[in-house]
């Protein structure tokens, strides 16, 4: 992390979204005792993907926590420290092992404040890495956020910018029920600027972070950076796209999309998940009920090809949504009238 | 099989006369075509159908008065398996109003076909087509799978607008003048020749009374005013009409016409009806365009879109809408379609006027003279052409903050007539 000096917002400094996750750890960690982290190599190892490098030593072995290969139950102790009056961050290494603990999350997080007639939150951060692109197979590489998205009584985000993996774990924290993180694995190395001073964010909307009046892509995670990169090339071509990144799976800000899907008359939602029952299904449904009279085109979807995450580059690289990819659905659907 | 029926032509209507029949048993008929012409208190009528088929009968001889909702036609859809269309007949003592008139005479919607296969029409385009009336089976699409685009219907509508139905018994001209009053009519309404002017006199005053009765009766007016430098726009048209030919020139009203569309663009309350007990805004903005009969009476035929067209457009529209009301030429959906009335007494001398809305619409601008004025600025007194304009609002349907915003955004539209 390197200072850069003054820009507009104060001093802005260099840094990669790992390191603005584990400024966010930090800095929970600092302003409020309740606050650990538990997971597997979290500790001595510094995390598997580096993110906590650096906290053991800074907060000592009571509050970042190795845990056993036992993803039921430190997410269970989670559960219970959270309903106990603690803070708890539990790391999951990919969204694939959460599998594991998929009873803890659905069965007791998202269910004891309803199955003990309101007496008992789980103010429970749950942290997991998602997504493929680096060669990890068909059980490291798959992006299950759309599942959990599923799941009344879960909040879920996906932080795509250093700004929100920055932000967005406080207002978690401070979440009076259980939330799930999904940080993306191809985004840690992302650099950026960010102001030395946190920016506050909120876990509720969605943002559009390009203006456009021809289509709208709909996206988050990794896939936003596509999609903003596809949207610079159309730009050259006189296609005018907008781009949302929707950042909160769970609840959905349904209003951003629909807002911008009844100014644009078309929507192409890019999911690094499956297709079939996916979130992008439930997108693509919200504007079916709400918006269907302003669509100009039948609303498409560019997703992860219905196959497990192969370990081939070339394979892996077909499998997920791309850039040009993207480039050829816009056009597909604006036809020949821009 | 469906029946066509005596259409509500306005609020005040209960009974139409049938006039004249254009078509006869056996004809092919075309969604939009003029099949026959009704006398109302407001003169004869030319009646539009809205489906295409083929007139199987005729039930009612011209001359024949009958209430509103009464089938005066069988039509045989086109398609055998068209589905029939189904009439709403409305009790003659039911209160009709425009939107009635949109019930009754929406028929079946045959799908539009190309050498019988279905055309794909995205729904946003299919809205659009409606509003703006547009056919679609005459439109080639260019979408995703050859797919009638919204950009189609856009283009297919700029294209048309061009070329609009003239009336071939008022062919429309130019008019030099301010309009709106004392152009003497190019001939007399044939109902006034046929019934004698005293008689549809005291018809029009009784249907206007009845109109402006019930405003006064159900409406809880709010009344706003404000007083405008005309100096920029009035400068900038006489400039921009120094570069035109004569019978192209622009009248100032043209402006005005303009302002109040786009300013109801952006307070969108004023624009639409009251409707059990609910505002119905409208997406369409239709003017209706107060113009007086040299006779005595008016009406307020609609100036269609008047947000979308340009002072070009407006200036013909209008031009051909004075001639054909006052030859008593008027199309049904010009009598019923507008969400807004606009009146102008300047050239009357009047300094402003406070409107009576035609219900069921929700507000009324009205326009005075522009007249010479001391105006402030910046601490200088100078003399500016000023013109009062009013707002007369429906407070169950918009509150006086919106129509003071309505009044401000007008004016800064009118400031800047390069934009409109």
């Not at chain 1, 104060?10 to 606050?35: C, F, H, N, P, S």
């Amino acid at each position: 992390m390197k200072t850069n000096g003054k820009n507009g917002h104060g001093e802005m400094v260099t840094l990669t979204y790992r390191e603005a996750v584990r400024a966010a750890i930090r800095e929970a960690m600092q302003k409020d005792e309740r606050v650990f982290l538990m997971g597997e190599d979290v500790g001595s190892y510094g995390g598997c993907f580096a993110v906590s490098m650096g906290l053991l030593e800074e907060f000592g072995p009571e509050r970042i926590r190795d845990t056993p290969l036992a993803e039921s139950g430190f997410t269970g102790a989670g559960v219970g420290a959270a309903i106990a009056g603690m803070r708890p961050i539990v790391e999951i290494m990919t969204v694939n092992f959460s599998l594991l603990a998929a009873d803890q999350i659905m069965n007791n997080a998202a269910t004891v404040l309803h199955m003990s007639g309101g007496q008992f939150n789980v103010p429970l951060v749950i942290r997991m890495a998602t997504g493929g692109g680096k060669q990890l197979a068909a059980q490291h590489a798959h992006s299950l956020e759309g599942w959990y998205a599923h799941i009344p009584g879960l909040k879920v985000l996906t932080p795509a910018t250093l700004e929100d993996a920055r932000g967005m774990l406080w207002p978690a924290l401070q979440d009076p029920d259980p939330v799930l993180i999904f940080e993306h694995t191809l985004l840690y190395n992302m650099k950026g600027e960010l102001p030395v001073q946190p920016v506050e964010v909120d876990i509720d909307k969605a943002k559009i972070h390009r203006h456009g009046n021809d289509l709208t892509l709909i996206t988050y995670g990794l896939s936003l950076h596509k999609a903003l990169e596809a949207a610079e090339q159309l730009a050259t071509e006189g296609l005018d796209v907008e781009v949302i990144d929707l950042r909160v799976l769970r609840p959905l800000d349904t209003t951003t999309f629909i807002d911008s899907v009844r100014k644009t008359h078309r929507a192409l939602i890019v999911d690094e998940g499956w297709r079939s029952g996916g979130i992008s299904a439930e997108i693509s449904a919200r504007i079916m009920e709400q918006a269907f009279y302003d669509l100009d085109a039948p609303v498409e979807r560019i997703c992860a090809a219905e196959v497990p995450i192969p370990y081939a580059k070339h394979m892996e690289e077909a499998a997920i949504p791309q850039v040009d990819s993207i480039v050829a659905g816009v056009k597909r659907m604006v036809g020949e009238y821009v | 099989m469906s029946e066509f029926v005596m259409p509500s032509l306005g609020t005040d209507m209960e009974a139409g006369t049938l006039y004249e029949w254009f078509v006869k048993p056996g004809d092919a008929v075309q969604r939009g075509d003029v099949i026959a012409s009704v006398e109302t208190a407001k003169g004869v009528i030319d009646i539009e159908i809205f489906e295409d088929g083929r007139i199987d009968q005729l039930l009612v001889e011209p001359g024949t008065e009958v209430p509103v909702g009464t089938p005066i036609a069988v039509v045989v859809g086109a398609e055998p398996v068209a589905a029939a269309a189904v009439p709403v007949p409305v009790p003659a003592a039911a209160e009709a109003h425009p939107m009635d008139q949109k019930a009754l005479v929406r028929p079946s919607k045959p799908e539009p076909a190309h050498n019988g296969k279905r055309v794909r029409v995205s729904p946003v385009a299919r809205k659009l087509a409606e509003e703006l009336g547009v056919d679609l089976s005459q439109i080639v699409g260019t979408g995703p799978n050859g797919a009638i685009s919204r950009a189609d219907v856009e283009e297919f509508q700029r294209r048309g607008a061009a070329a609009p139905r003239v009336e071939e018994t008022a062919p429309p001209s130019r008019v030099e003048q301010q309009p709106v009053v004392e152009k003497p009519a190019e001939q007399p309404t044939k109902a006034a020749a046929q019934k004698g002017s005293t008689e549809f006199q005291a018809a029009m005053r009784r249907a206007i009374a009845a109109a402006m009765a019930r405003s006064n009766r159900e409406i809880p007016h709010y009344y706003l005013e404000t007083r405008l430098d005309m100096g920029r726009p009035l400068a900038w048209l006489e400039a921009e009409n120094q570069k035109r030919p004569i019978r192209d020139r622009i009248l100032p009203v043209v402006l005005l016409i303009k302002a109040t569309a786009k300013a109801l663009v952006d307070v969108p309350d004023l624009n639409g009806y009251w409707v059990d007990d609910a505002l119905r805004p409208s997406e369409a903005i239709h003017i209706g365009f107060a113009i007086a009969l040299r006779q005595g009476g008016l009406v307020t035929p609609a100036i269609h879109h008047a947000d979308l067209k340009s002072l070009e457009e407006l200036m013909a529209a209008m031009s051909d809408l004075i001639m054909r009301t006052r030859a008593g030429r008027l199309r049904s959906s010009e009598l019923t379609d507008a969400t807004i009335t606009l009146t102008n007494l300047g050239d009357m001398g009047v300094e402003k006027v406070y409107g009576v809305i035609y219900p069921p619409q929700v507000a009324l601008v009205g326009f005075g003279k522009v007249m010479e004025q001391p105006w402030a600025v910046n601490g200088l007194l100078g003399v500016r052409p000023v013109l009062t304009v009013t707002l007369a609002g429906d407070h169950r349907a918009s509150d006086g903050r919106r129509g003071g915003q309505f009044l401000d955004v007008l004016a800064k539209h009118l400031q800047e007539p390069d934009k409109l």
